[in-house]
């Protein structure tokens, strides 16, 4: 079957650093999508990877190791608005979503 | 980037009957769109992909009859939840891809609608 694995919840510091895992077992893969998601509201993109290595966006970047078949988001100067829910899809072969479960992110002061 | 507009954000129906659910890309034509629901502190689970002029492709578990969708033009997909039970109550979002160059690198989402069977 399909897999996307990612740890349910993180604690991180206001400033700090934090790095969010996925690692996936899919049938086929066409790329890595993170969403960030807060309380209620529709999932907002955060960044695509296809290709390994590292992709930079501002405070944000994604890493991808196809051969291992893992990720991550790596999140910089955390603001107390960071808090929210990250999600990590994958396209499978047949070009559909796969989504992980989310990992909530709690920042504290 | 491209936006999908989600209407209604919130809604609250009795018991027995129907809600519609718009889901419209504002600036791409959308010939396929994802229809998902999202339970408190679980990830999103797809339900259906609204095809545009033809059937939509529903997910095993998921009934056809119960939550009809219509996909009548590029822009726009309809969910009806028929005959709304208070189980049906959940948070529900549609996707809309932009395959006009090429293959998508971005899943947009509309805004969501929070539904409340009473």
């Known amino acids: 079957g399909q897999n996307i694995d990612q740890p349910t919840e993180m604690t991180a510091t206001e400033g700090a650093i934090v790095q969010i895992n996925c690692t996936y077992q899919t049938s086929g893969f066409n790329g890595l999508f993170w969403y960030q998601q807060h309380a209620g509201e529709a999932p907002t993109f955060l960044s695509y990877?296809?290709l390994d290595g590292l992709e930079e966006k501002g405070r944000f970047s994604s890493f991808l190791s196809r051969s291992k078949g893992y990720s991550y988001l790596l999140l910089k100067e955390l603001q107390m608005k960071d808090s929210a829910s990250y999600l990590c899809a994958v396209r499978d072969s047949n070009y559909q979503l796969i989504w992980g479960a989310g990992t909530k992110l709690i920042i504290k002061p | 980037g491209a936006v999908v507009s989600q209407h209604p954000s919130r809604v609250i129906c009795k018991s027995g009957t129907s809600v519609k659910i718009e889901c419209r890309s504002l600036?791409?034509?959308?010939?396929?769109m994802f229809w998902y629901r999202q339970f408190p502190k679980k990830s999103l689970m797809l339900m259906a992909t609204s095809n545009e002029g033809s059937k939509a492709t529903y997910e095993q578990g998921v009934e056809k009859d119960k939550f009809l969708i219509n996909h009548a033009s590029l822009t726009l997909s309809t969910l009806t939840v028929t005959s709304a039970h208070p189980e049906d109550s959940s948070f529900y979002i549609c996707?809309?891809?932009?395959?006009?160059?090429?293959?998508?690198?971005?899943?947009?989402f509309g805004q969501g609608t929070r539904l409340t069977v009473v």
């Open positions: 996707s809309a891809r932009d395959t006009s160059g090429g293959e998508w690198t971005e899943a947009f």
């Open positions: 990877n296809v």
């Open positions: 600036d791409f034509q959308a010939t396929t």
